[in-house]
T-cell receptor, first 109, second 113 residues
Framework: QQPVQSPQAVILREGEDAVINCSSS?????VHWYRQKHGEAPVFLMI?????EQKGHDKISASFNEKKQQSSLYLTASQLSYSGTYFC??????????FGTGTRLTVIP | KAGVTQTPRYLIKTRGQQVTLSCSPI?????VSWYQQTPGQGLQFLFE???????NKGNFPGRFSGRQFSNSRSEMNVSTLELGDSALYLC????????????FGSGTQLSVL
């Protein structure tokens, strides 16, 4: 039930854009995105519910395609502070949330 | 408001031993979830508790168990430790259900020798 994330890792220069994808083999109720910096706890970014909505958080936004059971996280004009590992979490039923293996994002000057 | 507190921060055990990890959720939060984090596997869901009842369980062997107390504090226990149990164990709390915003603790780093 673990979603699949791609790419596994990406290196960006400051100001560049990136897309992280998350897909599931099961129907999804919601998709969650978290970021974890090295040595720290994961921190909530956003939740997307069924309905194909797109959400934004500063220059980080995400979309959710319910029919394709996919979500994408968009990072625009990346900053050094965006570095970390991004996890998508998918809810496929009541009271569960399964996370992917993560995408390590490194932003360099 | 205090965050999610996990104790101890580090643990070193040997194979065959058992271990108990503790998690105190944010005040008012009643749902507590546990995750195992390893470099290659990401965050693997262990189980979720609400009002002292386990509502959901991941795909882990029966050596992994947990419980929740009336004050919402939770413990997880791993019996007969194996080398592969070495991992960071994260606890996360939310108000009522795990599909709300989760607040994670800093985790317990378990090393099995």
């Amino acid at each position: 039930q673990q979603p699949v994330q791609s790419p596994q890792a990406v290196i960006l220069r400051e100001g560049e854009d990136a897309v992280i994808n998350c897909s599931s083999s099961k129907a999804l109720y919601s998709v969650h995105w978290y970021r974890q910096k090295h040595g720290e706890a994961p921190v909530f970014l956003m939740i997307l519910l069924k309905g194909g909505e797109q959400k934004g958080h500063d220059k980080i936004s995400a979309s959710f395609n319910e029919k394709k059971q996919q979500s994408s996280l968009y990072l625009t004009a990346s900053q050094l502070s965006y570095s970390g590992t991004y996890f998508c979490g998918t809810e496929t039923g009541a009271n569960n949330l399964f996370f992917g293996t993560g995408t390590r994002l490194t932003v360099i000057p | 408001k205090a965050g999610v507190t996990q104790t101890p921060r580090y643990l070193i055990k040997t194979r065959g031993q058992q271990v108990t990890l503790s998690c105190s959720p944010i005040s008012g939060h009643r749902s507590v979830s546990w995750y195992q984090q390893t470099p290659g596997q990401g965050l693997q869901f262990l189980f979720e508790y609400f009002s002292e009842t386990q509502r959901n369980k991941g795909n882990f062997p029966g050596r992994f168990s947990g419980r929740q107390f009336s004050n919402s504090r939770s413990e997880m226990n791993v019996s007969t430790l194996e080398l592969g149990d070495s991992a960071l164990y994260l606890c996360a709390s939310s108000f009522q259900v795990p599909n709300e915003k989760l607040f994670f603790g800093s985790g317990t780093q378990l090393s099995v020798l």
